[in-house]
């Protein structure tokens, strides 16, 4: 990591792996792409195996806001990926272990991402993988919401949204 790229800025545990995230790290040409590092404890001592970069990489996406681990699966939050109409609804890319390291087996979006809702503040356990999106529009209020994904399906929509009930008491 270099300077300013905020290494540390998140981090995931999941017993001897840690995932740790760099969300300003920039990739190539791509200001701001973002990382995350995979270390494992290995021999009694943490070691890198794996710098991480999203496919689809590009400047601004903050790849590595929030990392989550949990046994086979590796998530990491890019709360302000672009897609191929301009917007930036952000998403959340998958990781699976591979060949002794880990590839990236899907990006998890909204099944209807309302623009800039900064979909990418990630939680997993067991089968669920939850994307947190606070910036989603609940009428005309920011108010956000919750996307849940079940394993081991994962399908590029999501199957569950949650929204606070009453968003006049925020």
Same mark, same amino acid.
């Given at each position: 990591? +270099? =300077?300013?790229?905020? &290494? !540390?800025?998140? *981090?995931?545990?999941?017993?001897? @792996?840690?995932? #740790? $995230? /760099?969300? %300003?790290?920039?990739?190539?040409?791509?200001?701001?792409?973002?990382?995350?590092?995979?270390?494992?404890?290995?021999?009694?001592?943490?070691?890198?195996?794996?710098?991480?970069?999203?496919?689809?990489? +590009? =400047?601004?996406?903050? &790849? !590595?806001?929030? *990392?989550?681990?949990?046994?086979? @699966?590796?998530? #990491? $939050? /890019?709360? %302000?990926?672009?897609?191929?109409?301009?917007?930036?609804?952000?998403?959340?890319?998958?990781?699976?272990?591979?060949?002794?390291?880990?590839?990236?087996?899907?990006?998890?979006?909204?099944?209807?991402?309302?623009?800039?809702?900064?979909? !990418?503040?990630?939680?997993?356990?067991?089968?669920?993988?939850?994307?947190?999106?606070?910036?989603?529009?609940?009428?005309?209020?920011?108010?956000?919401?919750?996307?849940?994904?079940?394993?081991?399906?994962?399908?590029?929509?999501?199957?569950?949204?949650?929204?606070?009930?009453?968003?006049?008491?925020?």
């Amino acid at each position: 990591p +270099g =300077p300013h790229d905020l &290494f !540390g800025y998140s *981090v995931g545990v999941f017993r001897n @792996l840690i995932g #740790v $995230g /760099a969300r %300003y790290d920039d990739v190539g040409d791509a200001l701001d792409a973002g990382s995350a590092y995979v270390y494992a404890l290995i021999d009694g001592r943490w070691s890198q195996i794996q710098k991480l970069e999203a496919r689809n990489t +590009g =400047p601004g996406n903050q &790849f !590595g806001s929030t *990392v989550a681990i949990w046994e086979g @699966l590796l998530m #990491v $939050g /890019a709360p %302000y990926s672009r897609f191929p109409d301009g917007v930036r609804y952000g998403c959340s890319h998958v990781f699976t272990p591979s060949d002794g390291g880990w590839a990236e087996l899907c990006a998890l979006i909204a099944s209807n991402p309302p623009d800039n809702s900064r979909l !990418g503040v990630v939680a997993a356990h067991d089968q669920i993988s939850v994307l947190g999106a606070p910036f989603a529009p609940l009428g005309c209020t920011d108010i956000g919401a919750v996307y849940v994904f079940y394993r081991p399906e994962f399908v590029s929509t999501s199957t569950v949204v949650v929204s606070p009930r009453n968003p006049e008491s925020r």
